[in-house]
């Protein structure tokens, strides 16, 4: 009600001509667009013990990251397991998630896999048993086989990349599909790359990010 | 139920899982990489006690504690090693509320150096730890049983985790046969303080006690501080630790506190980027320098006030770093935001080179973000990555201690920047929207006033805490800090209630820092006050000597504030219609009450209650209908700030 102070109001104030986007880099008013959202593909490498994966899921809900699919799984070392997460975000915000997993302290390792990485998913998908023989001619036009059969119901598996594992639901689909399971993707640097190496300086914990272009 | 090898083994079938504990009693359990493991037997125990057969209902009733003749020599517990840990990390007083499952470790204290405080109630715990974190620099360390104390510990916890203050939560939990059962006072404690805690631990094995509670002790003041907790289940606490025949100490044992081996904080920026920061900086003609709270977490202030002196580049500050830089120098802009100065706003708004040092850039400090200093290049100097560019994008990332890597800056900024004209208009600025107040003789005292005459009756290292609400901008607005550590406030999480348990951290620490002569005062709301207000009996049990002045409106009055603009002045649940008479309930708790209604009250009251040596409280009735201005409208432009009612 009280309290008013001195000095030119807001519309008698000089104003400046710049502008910022939702994720605060100075952009050209006029051209102004927003950063295309971006698939990234994030291996994530975990000590293997209880309530890490809690803790990796519980960052990605509570601050809103955008995510596709998460594996989970051992490896190699019985010390460590290895989080694969498949996330969509505007570019600041992939940079942002792997930076907010390397403050976990049980993640050991973040790294993004480059595009070429090996991906694979696989799907278990149980159809009707009206014609079996037609059902393995489709299965097998996606490298599938059937694993299960009986006299009501087919059940198919497939695995490969995401497209290839969709297109083989999708067309399985005419054979009147009961359920589908999905993994979500698995991934794999290709070459002699590996995500294990804890020596890599760029990958350890709070080591300093490069700038990010905008 | 007392020791670790009364609990049943592991079940087989967890293949990934070390032998378990119970029957690894030789070894230290340690991983590849030296650093000791976290428990990761949870599972397996819960597992084991459902095969028992161990019924929900079956209370953990408080166990015995392990008697005198039962406790050998050469046999150490938990919860002594936990005790050893706080000690051998220099901590002198610990904050808390007695409970069930904590109990063990109470009973550990009894014979420690360290000085425990029994609060009112466990908010009040994770208050005072936190402003005694604040104060002293040092973590801030509190207790709770399971189950209620630790949610009520939650609070004061997320206040910390926000406001990036180093804090220990140490809480009881049920033993580790009934976690999972639902037992009598058992809360995933773990669980629900994980989004609210830099890193939290379950220390289920009586060996790894000790190091854990170590760890989350160096932990919280390490590179960004935050809060850490250990979870303590009584059988760990109660559970025998043998002591190594041959140097008399367990394995538990712990020295000076350390992070774990994979923390890692990154002390200096690389060269690179300081260089291409400071060309930036030399080329700026309208740069400015905003504070944050890092500033005075890495003891940066001074390193600040001379590359801003030096280079007379004008400062801003966030809310968490009044103080990093004295208020009352020329290029002093004080607080930026959504309470802050017009001319902190501004020149947030129009510069053109922002150094910004430990932020978080949050948004009652940036508004928009559109608009947050749009044709501004901006350095940032953190030291957590991941604030880098997480809402305002920085030009010039310098990740790094702020105290260290100011002194990088220092050392490769070679020119001044040309900011005459600059610095012309700012002091423009400062005339054009300076921060005044009218206070009619026939108007309810104004509360600005009486910010003002505490301020004047105390010297400069006056401590200050606040609850959250307007009280707590007048403090910042009109109380002239020059000095850090002396603003004590609940910045991010905004908590009610903190001030008057924060007084009582403060005061503490304050007389642990040798800064006994230097005053506490709760600059208080009606609003605040109330929600915490039980713990004066510590306060007066302590013989604590705080003052706490109540800004009293009866009114919750930010809300009443808003929803005169924003909800047409329906002044739903904001009004209080009546309050106690706190001087009359200071008495009661046995402190001094005392009460103004009018201005020529003012100087004297004041003058008595901090003559008063114990606790006391001024019950100060102010103008009910005072605003806090200048304002930036939740999500506005900052350079568009209200400085009335009519501009919103």
């Keep these: 009600m009280s309290g008013g102070m001195p000095g030119p109001p807001p519309e008698e104030r000089p104003t400046p001509d710049g502008r910022r986007n939702a994720q605060g880099i100075r952009v050209d008013p006029e051209v102004a667009a927003e950063p295309p959202v971006r698939r990234a593909v994030i291996s994530v490498l975990v000590a293997h013990e209880p309530g890490v994966l809690s803790e990796v899921s519980g960052l990605f809900s509570r601050r809103q990251f955008n995510i596709e699919s998460l594996t989970v799984g051992p490896t190699a070392d019985p010390d460590r397991a290895r989080i694969t997460v498949v996330c969509e975000e505007p570019e600041p915000g992939v940079d942002q998630l792997k930076k907010q997993l390397r403050k976990l302290l049980p993640v050991v390792d973040v790294r993004e896999l480059p595009d070429d990485a090996v991906r694979r998913e696989l799907a278990l998908i149980k159809v009707d048993a009206d014609d079996p023989a037609e059902v393995r001619a489709v299965a097998e036009m996606y490298d599938g086989r059937t694993v299960d059969a009986c006299p009501e119901t087919v059940t198919v598996e497939v695995t490969g990349s995401r497209q290839k594992v969709g297109a083989a639901v999708e067309t399985l689909g005419r054979f009147g599909v009961r359920e589908v399971v999905r993994t979500g993707t698995t991934a794999l640097a290709r070459g002699t790359d590996t995500t294990t190496d804890q020596t890599s300086t760029e990958q350890t914990t709070n080591a300093r990010e490069p700038t990010t272009e905008p | ?648």
Excluded at chain 2, 211 to 237: H, I, M, Y
Excluded at chain 2, 248 to 267: I, K, M
Excluded at chain 2, 341 to 370: P, S
């Design chain 2, 1 to 648: 139920m007392t020791g670790p090898d009364s609990t049943p083994p592991g079940d087989a079938d967890s293949t990934a899982e070390p032998a378990d504990p119970a029957t690894d009693h030789g070894a230290t359990d340690e991983s590849p990489d030296g650093r000791t493991d976290r428990p990761r037997d949870r599972r397996q125990r819960r597992d084991a006690a459902t095969d028992g057969g161990i019924a929900a209902t079956e209370a953990p009733a408080p166990e015995e504690r392990p008697t005198d003749d039962a406790v050998a020599e050469d046999v150490s517990t938990g919860a002594e090693a936990a005790v050893a840990a706080l000690e051998a990390g220099g901590v002198e007083h610990v904050f808390g509320v007695q409970g069930g499952a904590i109990m063990p470790v109470y009973d550990a204290l009894y014979d420690a150096s360290i000085r425990h405080v029994t609060m009112a109630h466990e908010q009040g715990a994770a208050h005072a730890a936190d402003a005694y974190g604040i104060v002293s620099g040092r973590p801030g360390v509190c207790m709770a049983t399971s189950g209620p104390g630790a949610t009520n510990l939650v609070t004061g916890i997320a206040d910390a985790d926000m406001d990036s203050d180093p804090l220990v939560a140490l809480t009881g939990q049920v033993p580790t046969e009934f976690v999972g059962n639902d037992a009598f006072q058992e809360t995933d404690t773990t669980g629900v303080t994980t989004p609210v805690t830099k890193a939290n631990y379950f220390a289920s094995d009586p060996d790894a006690v000790g190091n854990d509670v170590g760890e989350a002790l160096a932990l919280a003041a390490s590179g960004r501080p935050g809060p850490t907790l250990v979870d303590l289940p009584k059988d760990a606490t109660n559970g025998e630790i043998p002591k190594d025949a041959t140097n008399g100490e367990t394995r538990s044992a712990p020295g000076e506190p350390e992070p774990p081996d994979s923390y890692e904080v990154t002390e200096t920026a690389d060269a690179e980027s300081v260089e291409a920061a400071a060309r930036r900086i030399e080329e700026a003609r309208k740069p400015l320098l905003l504070l944050g709270g890092g500033v005075i977490k890495a003891e940066a202030s001074e390193v600040c006030r001379e590359f801003a002196t030096e280079h007379g580049i004008p400062v801003v500050t966030t809310m968490p770093a009044v103080g990093a830089f004295p208020e009352d120098h020329d290029i002093a802009l004080e607080m930026a935001g959504m309470h802050g100065t017009g001319y902190a706003n501004m020149a947030v708004t129009h510069c053109d080179t922002l150094i910004a040092v430990g932020c978080r850039f949050d948004d009652r400090l940036t508004g928009g973000i559109e608009t947050f200093a749009p044709d501004a290049e901006v350095v940032h100097v953190d030291v957590d990555p991941a604030e880098i560019s997480k809402n305002v994008h920085a030009d010039y990332p310098l990740v790094g201690d702020a105290k260290a890597v100011m002194a990088q800056l220092a050392d490769e900024v070679k020119a001044f920047p040309r900011a005459e004209e600059w610095r012309e208009t700012v002091q423009g600025w400062k005339d054009e929207y300076a921060m005044t107040y009218v206070a009619p003789d026939d108007e309810p005292v104004k509360p600005q006033f009486v910010v003002e005459a505490l301020d004047e009756a105390t010297a400069d290292d006056a401590i200050v805490t606040t609850g959250v609400g307007q009280h707590q901008m007048w403090a910042v607005q009109y109380w002239t800090f020059t000095e850090p550590r002396c603003w004590v406030s609940s910045h991010g999480l905004g908590a009610m209630g903190y001030g008057l348990p924060a007084a009582i951290g403060a005061r503490l620490a304050a007389d642990a820092e040798g800064r006994d002569d230097a005053p506490v005062v709760c600059v208080d709301g009606d609003g605040s006050f109330l929600m915490t207000l039980q713990e004066l009996s510590v306060a007066v049990r302590e013989s604590l000597d705080i003052t706490v002045a109540v800004l009293n409106n009866e009114y919750i009055g930010m809300v009443r504030q808003w929803q005169d603009v924003f909800f047409d002045g329906r002044r739903m649940a904001s009004g209080y219609d009546w309050c106690p008479q706190f001087d009359v309930l200071a008495a009661a708790f046995g402190a001094e009450g005392f009460r103004i209604d009018d201005y020529d009250e003012v100087a004297e009251t004041i003058e008595a209650a901090l003559a008063h040596d114990g606790p006391s409280v001024i019950d100060v009735h102010v103008d009910p209908d005072e605003d806090v201005y200048p304002m930036v409208p939740s999500g506005g432009d900052n350079g568009q700030f209200a400085l009335s009612e009519d501009h919103l």
